[in-house]
Structure formats: C-alpha cells, structure tokens
C-alpha cells in the first residue's frame, strides 16, 4: 500500500475551504507532519520523527525540523488512538 504526501504540495489544493497556497508555512508543516503520521500509523509502522522526516522528503516536501519532533512526541505521550478520537469531532446535521 504506497502512500504519497504529493497531492498537498499543489498550491490549487484545497483544505478545509482553504486554499493550501493560503495556509502559513507553520500550518503546511502541521499539516504534513499531521498527515506523515496518520499514514504511517495507517501502515503499522512506529511514528517517529525521522520516520515522518523520510515520508516527508519523500514527499518531496520539507517541513522545519522541530515539527516532527513535536509531533512524534505528543503521539507518544497521547497515543495515536486517543488524538484520532479527539480530532475526529461529530459531523453536522
């Protein structure tokens, strides 16, 4: 099952009715440290910073350095699970 993080680096892209080319440099580096380790999560493997580090370059992207650290960091203090459920909020009706 291969993965790719390219479909993001695009600038006609759109997030959340936000243009990608309209999200902060932070915001695109959250968001593709976000979507690093739900898809290694997805694919069983350990989410660590140099794991989503090595999707990202592969990606073709590149993110600040602190940003996979922090992430990696509070998936291990959180769990992967319990973010998932926090993040996954109720849809409208």
């Given amino acids: ?12 892209q759109a997030m ?3 243009p990608a080319a ?10 593709l440290c976000t979507y ?6 997805d694919d ?3 989410v660590t ?5 090595n999707l990202i370059k592969a990606s073709g992207c590149i993110v600040e ?10 998936i291990q ?3 992967m699970e319990q973010l998932i459920k926090m993040g996954s909020g109720g849809g409208g009706g």
Wanted: net charge negative; with cysteine; charged share 15%.
């Fill in 65 to 74: 350095s602190y940003w996979p650290m922090l992430m990696a960091k509070m």
């Fill in 22 to 31: 309209e999200l902060s440099k932070e915001q695109k580096d959250e968001l």
């Fill in 1 to 12: 099952q291969a993965h790719s993080l390219a479909p993001l680096a695009p600038a006609s």
């Fill in 77 to 79: 203090n959180c769990g």
């Fill in 16 to 18: 959340s009715n936000v």
């Fill in 49 to 53: 910073p140099q794991a989503m580090t």
């Fill in 36 to 41: 690093a380790a739900l898809i290694l999560h």
């Fill in 44 to 46: 069983g493997a350990e």
